[in-house]
């Protein structure tokens, strides 16, 4: 029975890797195209090169914003600073929680102090928690922004980890190494965490989403970065003025907003079930 088992599993592995490699490769290319695009800009950051809201032209196939600079080469990079603010914040928020929603559950106490101050920073809205964080900030700025992703976004994470690692925390292997006198820390980063891969994994995903939403949110409202810095959520609040002389400089940055963040919703939730099964058949 095993021997006629074998044939149908490969097949399936197959064509699932197959699936994962094909919603990877969109939001890979995004990010690498992001990342490079001031290398392949043709034209400055901040030189005018064409009339105020220009149309669509030759020297700029995305015309002219309000001061007559190449919407494409703006865009091109604005991208850079948006995904690695986001990939930090995602990666600390994701870092911190994970570490938090472990010994949360292995220690009572720690637990109750977690979900209290969990509770009261989820209830706070997050533009007013943005607003105070970036602007008692000295200076603002993009670091500001940053910071206040984190503060906020963090809370929610730590609930999602702590509710994943909560019915692990009660399994036999928890249990036995606590047991034999294995440190909280130890427990947490060697028995914990390597069976939440998947749920981390998709975790990663989410608050690289909402980070690029709470950065751009606070970039149209410039809390953040400011003129004449290249920022997608920037680009469409400075050029919503001329929306009907020159579309482009506004649906651009708002169609890479939006790419970027299904891209990679649609990469890290294909990759979240994959690493739940090889976390299941690793010994």
Request: with cysteine.
């Amino acid at each position: 029975m095993s021997t006629a088992l074998t044939p149908a599993r490969a097949p399936r592995s197959s064509a699932g890797r197959g699936r994962v490699i094909r919603r990877l490769v969109p939001g890979a290319l995004l990010v690498l195209l992001a990342l490079t695009g001031p290398f392949l800009a043709a034209h400055p950051l901040d030189k005018p090169v064409t009339a105020p809201f220009a149309t669509a032209g030759d020297g700029a196939p995305l015309g002219g914003d309000q001061l007559g600079r190449d919407v494409l080469s703006r865009l091109l990079h604005g991208g850079t600073a948006l995904i690695g603010s986001a990939l930090l914040v995602a990666a600390v928020v994701t870092a911190l929680a994970a570490l938090a929603g472990c010994f949360a559950v292995l220690h009572p106490a720690v637990g109750r102090a977690v979900e209290r101050t969990a509770d009261v920073f989820i209830l706070l809205p997050p533009i007013l928690g943005i607003a105070i964080i970036a602007l008692a900030w000295p200076g603002g700025g993009r670091w500001a922004v940053i910071s206040a992703a984190i503060v906020l976004g963090t809370p929610y994470a730590v609930r999602v980890v702590t509710s994943a690692a909560a019915p692990l925390a009660g399994a036999g292997y928890v249990e036995a190494a606590l047991a034999s006198g294995e440190s909280l820390t130890y427990t947490a980063t060697r028995e914990l965490l390597p069976n939440l891969r998947a749920t981390i994994l998709a975790l990663f995903g989410l608050r690289f989403v909402e980070a690029v939403y709470v950065i751009s949110m606070a970039g149209f409202l410039q809390i953040g970065p400011q003129p004449p810095a290249a920022d997608w959520a920037l680009m469409i609040r400075e050029n919503s003025s001329g929306i009907l002389l020159n579309p482009w400089a506004v649906v651009a940055p708002s169609l890479a907003i939006a790419a970027l963040a299904i891209s990679v919703n649609l990469a890290a939730t294909s990759l979240a079930p994959h690493s739940a099964r090889k976390a299941v058949t690793t010994p």
